[in-house]
């Protein structure tokens, strides 16, 4: 369960940004679903700048919504004309996963920022094995912006994107 300075940054987040309340509330149903529970009702609800939260929240559960905000953001900036609404969105993402990272406890010893870093570079990696298959067949402008783009991740002072870069180079190599 979530402690509670991290469901009152969630509490703020959903205030921010009601209109996805649908789509968290999709997400936590299917979840349920799928891990065998009982099927449950809205987990949230946000009625005029009210947030009722119906149950305990776990942290998993947070990080699926800011995931789902973090997705609505990226839609929203590559809308020329949701730009605005997009940046919105991505500072609210941003204080939520920052409020994840600092609040919540280790899980195996290992921090949430650390294994969302991890799945990042996961998928990195199997991107950037599919372009070093078609390496080939593309063309050679695309795929010198890949390249150029791992490189410059690799050189990255942030570590973890530094890592990923490193994974993506040597998917890439694996796949060429």
């Known amino acids: 369960v979530a402690p ?4 009152d940054a969630f ?16 997400a936590f149903r299917r979840q349920a679903v799928h891990a065998g ?4 009702g809205n987990l949230i609800d946000a009625v005029d700048g009210v947030v009722t939260i119906n149950g305990d929240l776990t942290i998993g559960q947070i990080e699926m919504a800011r995931s789902i ?3 609505a953001a990226q839609g929203a900036l590559r809308s020329g004309d949701r730009r605005t609404t997009g940046r919105g969105m991505q500072q609210t993402q941003e204080m939520l996963r ?3 990272d600092s609040l919540a406890p280790e899980i195996d ?3 949430i920022g650390q294994i969302r870093a991890n799945v990042a570079t996961e998928e990195a990696a199997n991107q950037a094995f599919g372009i070093g298959e078609r390496a080939f067949t ?3 402008d695309s ?26 180079l040597q998917a890439f190599r694996y796949g060429f």
């Open 143 to 168: 795929a010198m912006t890949q390249i150029r783009q791992i490189r410059n991740r690799i050189a990255s002072e942030d570590p973890n994107v530094s890592a990923r870069g490193q994974a993506e």
């Open 69 to 71: 905000l973090a997705e």
């Open 109 to 111: 010893g290992v921090r």
């Open 11 to 26: 509490r703020t987040a959903v205030r921010a940004e009601p209109d996805l309340v649908g789509q968290m509330n999709s």
């Open 37 to 40: 529970q009982e099927e449950i």
């Open 4 to 7: 509670p300075q991290l469901v």
């Open 138 to 140: 593309m063309n050679l």
């Open 98 to 100: 920052d409020a994840i």
